[in-house]
Structure formats: C-alpha cells, structure tokens
C-alpha cells in the first residue's frame, strides 16, 4: 500500500484547494512523494519541509512526534 492510501482524505483535499493552483509544480511534487513512498518514513526531509510549507495552519505538525510520525497528516489506523 502506498503513502498516498494512508493520507487523511482532508489533507488531500487541502492540498488540491490551496496548492494546486496557485503552486501547481510543488503540489505535483508532494503527492508523487505520496504515490512513491510506500510509508510516511520513506519520506525525506526535503521532501518533509515541502509538505510542510504547503499544508495549512490546522493541518501542520503540532510536535515532534506529528513531525517524526505522521500523526498530523496519517489517517487514524496507519498512525503508530
């Protein structure tokens, strides 16, 4: 199962309102990172922060263990 399976449908829908046409080349990266990686620790921190830029202010990791895991943006049964 891919990353992309396991995002929280809201985030998803975030970034296609907010991002996608205003940052449509960044938008079209992060969600190749979700179709690539097969978990959110697959992900690099270059590609970490370009989520991170982009996702709004509810959404963003509220600690390090949102950042570390991925609770912020994994839906509930992925999250560790």
């Known amino acids: 199962m891919k990353l992309i399976d396991q995002v929280k449908?809201?985030?998803l829908r975030a970034l296609e309102k907010d991002t996608k046409i205003k940052w449509e080349s960044s938008y079209?990266?992060?969600i190749a990172s979700f179709e690539?990686?097969?978990r959110y620790k697959d992900l690099t921190i270059d590609q970490l922060h370009t989520l991170i830029c982009?996702?709004?202010e509810e959404l963003?990791?509220?600690g390090d263990l949102d950042l570390f895991y991925g609770d912020n943006i994994l839906q509930k049964k992925y999250q560790l």
């Open 9 to 11: 449908p809201e985030v």
């Open 54 to 56: 982009f996702l709004p």
């Open 60 to 62: 963003k990791p509220k």
């Open 36 to 38: 690539e990686a097969n």
């Open 28 to 30: 079209r990266c992060i």
